[in-house]
């Protein structure tokens, strides 16, 4: 009796000392990624080719970053793969915007990341390297959406903004879009982008109602809301759980519930 006491004390002793070791391992603090520096490296050299010609070699490059971020990594090494992944967008020579694909990758891990990434994707869409010309809609376009990914509720501002008042269409349905993404967020911020989304819808289609061939205005507030509304209306019903395809429909249901509790 007493041995097997014993080795159940040993036992016990060993299965505790054990478990206090992969605490402590849990618990130490990751140490830096020699692969990550060394593909960040890589990434650099790639984006100040001036010849743009290793640009095929970026795709690859990005996944394996992501993915080490996605398994975890040192404080720094978060640091510096932000850093980096940005700095894709403000160095080396501009691509021309139908060989943006390297832009365009970088948008999207960054989208990965979660709120680390949305500054350097709003810094990027506000910057002065990308420009702000019909050309480059496509890069933008991914830019905004990566952005709403990210769910960083600092950005629903921003976003919002870009959807009521960008000059491109297909920026406001993309930014529209994005905030999608916040349908888990509290009501209050919900509301504050349904309510902002419905004010814009409003102003463009009573102007878009107006029926005289001369009007150049009115038929350009039509063509405007059959590139925006498919997306828009996508996103009030995330954000309301409501299921209505029209202005007027949301702006009824919006009148009825605003002061109401959301679920």
Do not use: H
């Not at 720094?76 to 700095?87: A, H, Q, R, S």
């Not at 029209?246 to 249901?253: G, I, L, M, S």
Request: net charge positive.
């Amino acid at each position: 009796m007493m041995l097997r006491r014993c080795s159940l004390a040993w036992l016990l002793c060993a299965v505790s000392g054990v478990s206090s070791a992969q605490g402590d391992a849990a618990s130490a603090p990751k140490q830096p990624d020699k692969e990550v520096a060394e593909k960040l490296a890589a990434l650099k050299d790639v984006v100040e080719d001036r010849k743009c010609a290793r640009d095929g070699e970026a795709p690859d490059l990005i996944t394996v970053l992501v993915q080490k971020w996605q398994a975890g990594l040192a404080d720094k090494d978060k640091k510096d793969v932000i850093k980096g992944l940005g700095n894709v967008f403000a160095t080396g020579k501009l691509r021309e915007p139908e060989k943006a694909q390297i832009y365009i990758a970088t948008a999207a891990a960054l989208g990965q990341l979660g709120p680390d990434g949305a500054k350097p994707l709003q810094d990027a869409f506000e910057g002065k390297k990308i420009p702000d010309k019909e050309a480059w809609v496509p890069v933008r376009e991914g830019m905004l959406k990566a952005i709403g990914r990210t769910k960083d509720e600092s950005r629903v501002k921003f976003l919002l903004d870009v959807a009521r008042r960008d000059s491109e269409a297909p920026l406001q349905a993309a930014a529209g879009e994005a905030l999608g993404n916040f349908d888990e967020s509290k009501q209050d911020l919900r509301k504050e982008v349904v309510n902002g989304l419905l004010i814009k819808w409003g102003e463009m289609d009573s102007r878009a109602r107006v029926i005289d061939p001369a009007d150049i205005e009115a038929q350009n507030q039509r063509k405007r809301l059959a590139v925006i509304s498919g997306k828009w209306n996508d996103t009030l019903r995330r954000l309301t759980k409501q299921q209505f395809d029209n202005f007027p429909e949301w702006q009824e249901w919006m009148n009825k519930n605003k002061g109401k509790d959301w679920k």
